[in-house]
């Protein structure tokens, strides 16, 4: 059976002398499209086979597939007109490629990465992305106090140290609160955040992934 699928291009390679391959998520999982001919300069598919361009095709319940009858939805052309905007809007789909396995739901990963790249800024977005999808990979943070004093956040334990405790703190209790922001709040009610403050909850987000998931998220460093 033949049916209309949307999907957004994370990655593209060359394949054999004119086509390429396009990584694609979609709303069903990860699919791959051979796009033939697509290298060629008057190709029609040329300026469809773009890594984060949103689309559409024919899709014949197969991980493998020729593009047939694509279409562009959306062409994110505002975040790549920005190299830092390009490089954050690709953490989605560097944990997505790497990590979210065939059994997730993906219809509600698919609607949220739609979410945040929608979102006012791509920054802010993207990092609570990386947050909320802990969750559901079985890595969520506990960040609701107990009602002890906290003293901040703990990597290793994966949540918030309390006075008395001997963990080392990672991020204290003002950084904690704009981490607990990030993992809370929609997507576009993120609130802007200091450089600095982003550079250090940035770099909390990279050890996390590295100590529980012992995976290096590029795109953060």
């Given amino acids: 059976m033949v ?13 054999q002398e004119h086509g390429r391959l396009l990584f694609v998520y979609t709303q069903i999982g990860k699919i791959t499209l051979l796009a033939q001919g697509s290298q060629k300069v008057n190709h029609p598919s040329r300026i469809l086979s773009q890594t984060l361009t949103r689309i559409s095709f024919k899709e014949g319940n197969k991980s493998f597939i020729t593009l047939q009858e694509g279409k ?9 007109s920005d190299f830092n905007d390009m490089k954050m809007a690709s953490l989605p789909f560097e944990i ?26 791509i920054l ?19 960040l609701k ?9 703990n990597i290793e334990k994966g949540g918030l140290i309390y006075e008395g405790e001997e963990e080392i703190i990672d991020l204290d209790v003002k950084e904690a609160l704009e ?5 809370v709040k929609p997507y576009q009610e993120l609130e802007d955040m200091d450089q600095d ?10 050890k996390y992934y590295q100590y529980h998931l012992q995976t290096t998220l590029k795109n953060l460093q």
């Fill in 3 to 15: 049916i209309n699928v949307e999907g957004i291009i994370y990655r593209v390679q060359p394949y």
């Fill in 145 to 153: 106090p107990d009602g002890r004093k906290v003293r901040g956040v």
């Fill in 96 to 121: 997505i490629d790497h990590i979210v396995i065939d059994r997730e739901d993906h219809k509600k990963i698919y609607d949220e990465v739609k979410e945040v790249l929608d979102a006012h800024d």
């Fill in 179 to 183: 981490l607990l922001k990030l993992y």
């Fill in 72 to 80: 562009i939805l959306d062409d994110y052309s505002s975040i790549k």
């Fill in 197 to 206: 403050l982003m550079t250090r909850i940035k770099r909390f987000i990279y």
């Fill in 124 to 142: 802010l977005s993207s990092l609570s992305f990386s947050l909320k999808i802990l969750k559901r990979l079985g890595y969520g943070l506990n």
